[in-house]
């Protein structure tokens, strides 16, 4: 059977109709296939007992991909755009890694080779394409951008003061051994993670720390209010674009309504 | 006294009358009775001193239940419908263990067993007939569901990611022994949870560990955000209910409209 | 220099005029020195320095409570009235334990002397005369007590059944000795707080707890919602509080505006 | 080269031609630089190996930021309004410090030197002039001090009576050896922070911790209901900002306003 290169490019990068939706599903599953196998191959007791299942599965993705890679470059439009383009390099970062281990025969490497293999897993990020709702996300962080700003700001100052200050207090006795150590700590208390690996030993120290946490806490609410109020923003502005009375110019009006809720035009 | 099957059926099945609210009543304190029995018969000096008394106490809850079981078989309709519903499945789930224990005599099975005796707890979920309010949640969940799924796309490409990360830079000496132990790891710390069972030890460990933190409180606001307008929503709606036009009866007008949105009468 | 019953009443009881608010300021620092010095007093290091100052400020601030307390008997109203509120009990509650500590003398006793010596600690809640702001926390929790059962409902039967889950799968090992253990870890791990000092350990326990925790983490998002929503709907009640146009009847009007928003008609 | 007084203050004080703009940003490497240094300096391995070169680099920065603090004296209009202001205060304590380490040569006085040297880090503080959007949060802040007050005193109270609970039911064994430790238990328990490096052993314990936890859970989603609402509400308040009428030329109408608020004419 011979199909165009049209209808190959319409079933590669569109998903309209059956034979591209079969071709979505089958790479979906070839990519967390893909991803699962490095997840388990990286438990040594998995890894001494199905290495060579893994080792052949992973060829058998890999040359998937290869196929799929060069299919997309042979089919695009613009080959350098799609090369360049993000989903481009994503798709090439999937298939180098398997490659270069190959050839990398001198053991003197065999930690890179070890990094090689477990950097497949960001053939995750090969999801990214299925992800269209993301865009809204990313959209609602943009917007916030200058708010964040201040935040990561604030919660940078607030952490390098404390650190340098439960430096001071505490030492190294409680696991306070330098400024970067005891940012750390702050971090970890600022975002109520709380491992207690490192907690202060002295009361000024505890009492310190409280003020940390109580002070933290006030901070750490900001995220959840600028994401809150951007989910409120983007819900009222879909409301806001739906459909508008043509005697009085009033928006947002219910999806039932028959009449302007204003000036009772019919809609 | 004989009573007639269609006014069990009332008792049973409706809580409106004196008679009915009676036996729901003592239909919750034999639920509530049995799982606390269940739970103190898990604390083995409780096991060792008040075994006997436990094991009566079950034995009775269990009689009880199977009549309520075959009360509801028997009154039924349908009587297949309520077999098969949701509720029938959770109602025989009650009683079948403490059968299926009796008849495994066999010392092999005392696993088994002692799963199944524990099984009972989930009588608990019994409870869910009496749980009116809990529609809203389960309606507010499923209205947010998209938002829900790239939430949780979003977490476990961070947590892959960052396992995957961690896992490299700190390797089995700090606890971080796979990559699947690693995104344990990563969702403790996502979560704020922070047990502390296993946490970074080295400065470019701790570094990305603090952007984790960061990242992932930024991520976590998430759910706040949409659990907050969602309450907001159906709020809006249960006030929008309130108002009705005096023409066309209509309710559901926004708080500011002056005129029906069906039939454009002034309000 | 002598003064009325009259004139006295109204500096114990009301706060306006100069006198009766130094009574009040006088009361408060009585308060919080008591209150502070139970605290340094269960220090031992401090205990065994200071007990005997802090016996004699013990003794003069209860003396002092004492003499508060028989002036509002004396000069209530309605004597049972005051005596059997709140605020009448609390005022005992403040001044009782001392005495009894006094009388007390059989050293058998002693952990319960103790313990009355550390009651004292609830004088704090004499301040409550002072918060009005309280009140308005205390109409919001009434106000959503109904989301507040459904979500204590909710974690009730998680907490349960995650519980009675975990303790199958990691059992004492891991430090899950019973269910009710299982059970506090499990509010543990829900509420994010993740002491660490029960953690499962077998990889499947591991996978299960973080979906409790996701899960969890849905859930723990209610609360946040419901006080974001209450302080909404309470500051949107305030503002349509304000004033209504006498044309349209249209509320929700700016405070500096001279003009209604709707019908232009002057305010 | 030689430039007039005037046109110096316009480099130093204003930030819109690009001398100034170069002023700024030399300013805002010398600000990091010097703290980074600071930082890496108390990790002890770095100050072993580099500690001469931080020495120098540190004097280097020392100098620039006493130039740039006399420059500050001279070009200002009013000298003693400089030097008393919040930034002339921040700006001699990121001087003072290493000036008065120079003249300590005193061996016995080495930890006042070496808390000296650490100071600096609040040189990080100059950065504040940078920092414009910072005032929105700060006016945030000052509109809800209020429901702060109320929030702060809440949780003081539940820390302070279950501190003293906790101490009671636990004692010394478990950590709990005086009130203010367990009051800090309380806070990190409060916070969801959950160090676990003190934790109930005892199962009333164990369950007065779960109470606390939900209570707590409860209290602590306050902040973030307050922080969300006071942002909707300047998002309002920037909205409202936008639309003008023709007439007077006044501002902040609500958005379903037909009529100026002012003047009545007709948006």
Redesign the interface.
Known sequence: MIISRKRLAHIVFESEDAASKRFDVALLIAILGS?TI??LD???SLHNAYGSVFYVLEWSFTILFTIEYFLRVWLSRRTMGYVLSFYGLVDLLAILPTYISFFVVNSHFLAVVR?LR?LR??R??K?GRY?R??Q??TEALYNSR?????F????V?VV??MG?VM??IEGPESGF?????A??WA???L???????I?PAT?LG??M??LI??L???I??????????????S?KRQLDQQRGCHT?N?K???E???????????L
């Open positions: 991803v490095t997840i990286s438990v040594s990094a477990f897993v960001l995750v990020l999801l992800l709702e993301a809204v996300l200058l708010k964040i700003q201040v990561l700001g604030s919660v100052t390098l003061v340098t430096f001071f051994t330098s400024i970067p150590t940012m750390y971090i970890v208390t975002t109520t993670v709380g491992y207690g690996d907690s009361p505890q009492f720390a409280s946490m109580l933290g806490y006030a750490i609410a900001v995220p959840t209010g600028i994401v809150t109020s951007e989910i409120n923003a819900q009085c009033a947002g009006h219910d039932d309504a028959y009449h302007c809720k204003y000036c009772g035009t019919r």
